[in-house]
């Protein structure tokens, strides 16, 4: 085994974390055949100066094979479950030890969609500690906890993963402690991924694969260490420069960063970004600025993109209602997904991903990180809407400036100063306010970009947003206006 005083930084790193388990799941149709890869499992011992030895391990890979066998109509779902286990077994001197180490479930891909109009969880995945608790809120993370019900009324609890991707933190700094030289103590954490049985025809998701990981930790993990290269999220994470990220304007919004959201996220802030990307053209098309979008960053493996410039003026209702959940859509949905999603094209729409969106709306406007907290974090108010199309969130327009700026109020004026996001326009944003029934906020170019609130029956400048699918993968190009970032179509 190898020791701590023997392994340099690096070396250490790559001793520590593991990855344990590959999850492959594929349904043809909406009961029948599925397709699964062979997993892989892995083992690592950390051994401490002192001689304690901590060690992780999975003992199994999670195989589920939906077929009209095992997933009959009118039947329960199917799942399959595996443990990763921590064991700790303290020195021979002492006999006691203490460490501390993370949990994490890694989606490296996922191509499962929601197959019902009112988007009924598909795969779920259950997760219970070693105290035998289930786990039901995750830290930085949006993943909804659902009660999924299968056709014969049973119900699966769990995170809805349906469409999720990217690393998911499932426990930080988890304690671990041992008494004995000759006993060790485990740790056991499960984790159960099923297929929702649903009562609806499923075969949108015929040939769906997930691929994922489970990694225990003595270090925390960054996405940028462990994600898939080739993928256009992990090209664009790997540029974050952990010694000056102010040389690129990316910075990573891990737990450390000074204000920042603190969602693992990777954004881009400050001004003469090198962040455009050609989207719905090819070739001497992409020099038409009407043809490039920029990056706000990468989000749970996605990259999220908004146009460069204007799309047009619209008024967000013209019954002055602001909630996304009227009975009746609002025309800023409408305008959004109907009217210029229409003009994309098919080959570029299916590049889009369909993302959850959360629009509950606040009323409060604070700094980036408190507005961040209230609007899409832990304080959101949890209504969502599930659409391909949005408008950048106050968070993202906040976290868009300069770091000294994120300590300003977003109400305070000039906060466009050294902020990519603005383009010296009224803007709409995407969140509501949840104390009237026909505001909404708009970046407001009287006072300099400041953030304020106008009436929904205003006309405003549009700038779509959207998240891109996680296997989207960059072909070329420097990320410059005059050499965006291209994507392999």
Same mark, same amino acid.
């Given at each position: 085994m190898l020791k701590f005083k023997e392994m340099d930084d690096k070396k250490k790193r790559l001793i520590i974390i593991v990855s344990v388990l590959v999850v492959f799941i594929g349904v043809t149709l909406a009961y029948v055949v599925g397709q699964i890869s062979d997993g892989a499992i892995g083992n690592a011992n950390v051994t401490a100066d002192t001689t304690d030895n901590l060690q992780f391990s999975v003992d199994k890979d999670i195989s589920l094979n939906p077929t009209q066998f095992n997933v009959t109509e009118g039947g329960g779902g199917l799942s399959d479950t595996a443990v990763g286990t921590a064991t700790l077994l303290a020195n021979s001197t002492n006999e006691t030890a203490t460490y501390d180490y993370y949990v994490y479930f890694n989606i490296k891909s996922n191509n499962y969609t929601y197959t019902t109009e009112d988007y009924k969880p598909e795969i779920v995945l259950t997760i219970t500690d070693p105290e035998g608790n289930l786990?039901?809120?995750?830290?930085?993370?949006?993943?909804?906890?659902?009660? !999924?019900?299968?056709?014969?009324?049973?119900? @699966?609890?769990?995170?809805?993963?349906?469409? !999720?991707?990217?690393?998911?933190?499932?426990?930080?700094?988890?304690? %671990?402690?041992?008494?004995?030289? @000759?006993?060790?103590?485990e740790q056991d954490w499960t984790f159960t991924v099923t297929f929702i049985n649903l009562t609806t025809n499923q075969t949108e998701n015929g040939g769906s694969t997930l691929d994922a990981e489970i990694i225990l930790s003595k270090n925390v993990t960054n996405y940028h260490e462990i994600c898939e290269e080739g993928t256009m999220a992990c090209d664009i994470a790997r540029l974050y420069n952990e010694t000056s990220p102010e040389t690129n304007g990316l910075y990573y919004h891990d737990a450390d960063l000074a204000n920042g959201a603190g969602d693992n996220s990777y954004r881009y802030s400050g001004a003469n970004l090198n962040n455009y990307v050609c989207f719905g053209a090819t070739g001497a098309d992409c020099q038409d600025v009407n043809n490039q979008y920029r990056i706000i960053g990468v989000f749970n493996n996605q990259v999220k993109l908004i146009k460069s410039t204007i799309y047009g003026n619209y008024v967000w209702d013209a019954d002055s209602v602001n909630a996304w959940d009227a009975s009746a859509k609002p025309d800023i949905y409408i305008t959004l997904n109907?009217?210029?999603?229409? %003009?994309?094209?098919? *080959? $570029?729409?299916?590049? %889009?991903?369909?993302?959850? =969106?959360?629009?509950?709306g606040?009323?409060?406007?604070?700094?980036?990180? /408190? @507005?961040?907290?209230?609007?899409?974090?832990?304080?959101?108010?949890?209504?969502? *809407?599930?659409?391909?199309?949005?408008?950048?969130?106050?968070?993202?327009?906040?976290?868009? !400036?300069?770091?000294?700026? $994120?300590?300003? !109020?977003?109400? /305070?004026?000039?906060?466009?100063?050294?902020? $990519?996001?603005?383009?010296?326009?009224? /803007? =709409?944003? %995407?969140? +509501?306010?949840?104390?009237?029934?026909?505001?909404? #906020?708009?970046?407001?170019?009287?006072?300099?970009?400041?953030?304020?609130?106008?009436?929904?029956?205003?006309?405003?400048?549009? +700038?779509?947003? #959207?998240?891109?699918?996680?296997?989207?993968?960059?072909?070329?190009?420097?990320?410059?206006?005059?050499?965006?970032? +291209?994507?392999?179509?």
């Amino acid at each position: 085994m190898l020791k701590f005083k023997e392994m340099d930084d690096k070396k250490k790193r790559l001793i520590i974390i593991v990855s344990v388990l590959v999850v492959f799941i594929g349904v043809t149709l909406a009961y029948v055949v599925g397709q699964i890869s062979d997993g892989a499992i892995g083992n690592a011992n950390v051994t401490a100066d002192t001689t304690d030895n901590l060690q992780f391990s999975v003992d199994k890979d999670i195989s589920l094979n939906p077929t009209q066998f095992n997933v009959t109509e009118g039947g329960g779902g199917l799942s399959d479950t595996a443990v990763g286990t921590a064991t700790l077994l303290a020195n021979s001197t002492n006999e006691t030890a203490t460490y501390d180490y993370y949990v994490y479930f890694n989606i490296k891909s996922n191509n499962y969609t929601y197959t019902t109009e009112d988007y009924k969880p598909e795969i779920v995945l259950t997760i219970t500690d070693p105290e035998g608790n289930l786990v039901t809120e995750l830290a930085n993370s949006d993943l909804e906890y659902v009660e !999924a019900e299968n056709a014969d009324g049973t119900i @699966t609890k769990g995170f809805d993963i349906t469409t !999720a991707s990217g690393l998911i933190n499932i426990a930080s700094n988890y304690e %671990i402690t041992s008494s004995s030289s @000759t006993n060790a103590t485990e740790q056991d954490w499960t984790f159960t991924v099923t297929f929702i049985n649903l009562t609806t025809n499923q075969t949108e998701n015929g040939g769906s694969t997930l691929d994922a990981e489970i990694i225990l930790s003595k270090n925390v993990t960054n996405y940028h260490e462990i994600c898939e290269e080739g993928t256009m999220a992990c090209d664009i994470a790997r540029l974050y420069n952990e010694t000056s990220p102010e040389t690129n304007g990316l910075y990573y919004h891990d737990a450390d960063l000074a204000n920042g959201a603190g969602d693992n996220s990777y954004r881009y802030s400050g001004a003469n970004l090198n962040n455009y990307v050609c989207f719905g053209a090819t070739g001497a098309d992409c020099q038409d600025v009407n043809n490039q979008y920029r990056i706000i960053g990468v989000f749970n493996n996605q990259v999220k993109l908004i146009k460069s410039t204007i799309y047009g003026n619209y008024v967000w209702d013209a019954d002055s209602v602001n909630a996304w959940d009227a009975s009746a859509k609002p025309d800023i949905y409408i305008t959004l997904n109907t009217t210029y999603y229409n %003009i994309l094209g098919s *080959e $570029w729409q299916n590049l %889009i991903s369909e993302s959850t =969106w959360q629009v509950g709306g606040i009323s409060t406007l604070g700094t980036a990180k /408190e @507005t961040y907290d209230v609007e899409v974090g832990a304080g959101q108010s949890g209504y969502v *809407e599930t659409m391909k199309i949005g408008l950048m969130y106050l968070s993202d327009y906040g976290y868009g !400036a300069s770091p000294e700026k $994120w300590t300003t !109020a977003l109400y /305070e004026e000039n906060y466009g100063t050294d902020n $990519w996001l603005y383009l010296g326009s009224d /803007e =709409w944003l %995407i969140s +509501r306010s949840s104390d009237t029934s026909n505001y909404a #906020f708009v970046v407001n170019s009287l006072y300099g970009g400041l953030v304020s609130l106008y009436n929904s029956l205003s006309t405003n400048a549009v +700038r779509p947003s #959207f998240y891109l699918e996680s296997s989207v993968v960059l072909e070329s190009g420097v990320g410059t206006q005059e050499n965006p970032y +291209r994507i392999k179509i």
